[in-house]
């Protein structure tokens, strides 16, 4: 079975500063794909980005990217130009590839961020 | 907006009370998913519905009934449930089939048992 581990429970950082979210995951899998989600306090999940994991390169949204390391099985999330909006519970997800039937997602603990004015 | 709504966004029940959580999703996805938010927990999988046949039951206990009557709409009936059932209980949607589909999620039910 995959896990995912998120091991900041509480990260901070001032507007306009880049902050980085930290997600480990451990499977014997070789293709799956990777999410963020976010989480205000609105409730409503929404994603932020995704890595195919058969893509060395790193995926990039905007003011978010990601550093995927797979041998390492490590996924960070860099928000660069932290802004307001940006505060809210950021979830770590894993997706397996070869699911044919729902693509079951293991999610993290969850970090919540923080962005100070 | 997601594209799926979920309604009431408040509950509170009592244990004997039975009542039911409702799911619309509005993007033709053809998989639905119920997943159950604790605090300081990771989000837990209930229930997959793909196509309307349920095709995941994640261990889940029987005082939680699915229901997917077609592939927009899912239900989850709760009867004689306990005070550690309170808890936001998200629906996702997504479309299956491709080898790039994230998941939609609605803003959640949040369920209190008194």
């Known amino acids: 079975a995959q896990t995912v581990t998120q091991s900041q429970p509480e990260m901070s950082v001032q507007e306009a500063e880049t902050v980085t979210l930290s997600c480990t995951y451990d499977?014997?899998?070789?293709?799956?794909?990777l999410f963020w989600y976010k989480q205000p306090p609105s409730r409503q999940m929404i994603l932020v980005i995704r890595?195919?994991?058969?893509?060395?390169q790193n995926a990039t949204e905007n003011r978010f990217s990601v550093n995927f390391q797979k041998a390492a099985k490590s996924f960070s999330l860099k928000i660069s130009d932290s802004q307001l909006g940006d505060a809210a519970m950021y979830f770590c997800a894993y997706r397996s590839a070869y699911e044919t039937s729902g693509s079951r997602l293991t999610f993290g603990e969850g970090t919540q961020l923080t962005v100070n004015p | 907006e997601t594209g799926v709504t979920q309604t009431p966004r408040h509950l509170v029940m009592g244990m004997t009370n039975k009542k039911s959580l409702k799911c619309e999703q509005h993007?033709?996805?053809?998989?639905m998913y119920w997943y159950k938010q604790s605090a300081k927990k990771p989000l837990e999988l209930m229930f997959v519905?793909?196509?309307?046949?349920?095709?995941e039951n994640n261990s889940v206990p029987s005082r939680f009934s699915p229901e997917c009557p077609n592939s927009s709409h899912l239900f989850l009936h709760l009867h004689t449930l306990q005070p550690e059932d309170s808890a936001l209980y998200l629906c996702?949607?997504?479309?299956?089939?491709?080898?790039?589909?994230?998941?939609?999620f609605g803003d959640g039910t949040r369920l209190s048992i008194l």
């Open positions: 519905y793909n196509f309307k046949e349920q095709t």
């Open positions: 993007l033709g996805h053809n998989a």
């Open positions: 890595q195919e994991a058969y893509k060395q």
């Open positions: 499977t014997s899998e070789s293709d799956y794909y």
């Open positions: 996702a949607s997504s479309q299956d089939g491709g080898r790039w589909q994230p998941q939609h």
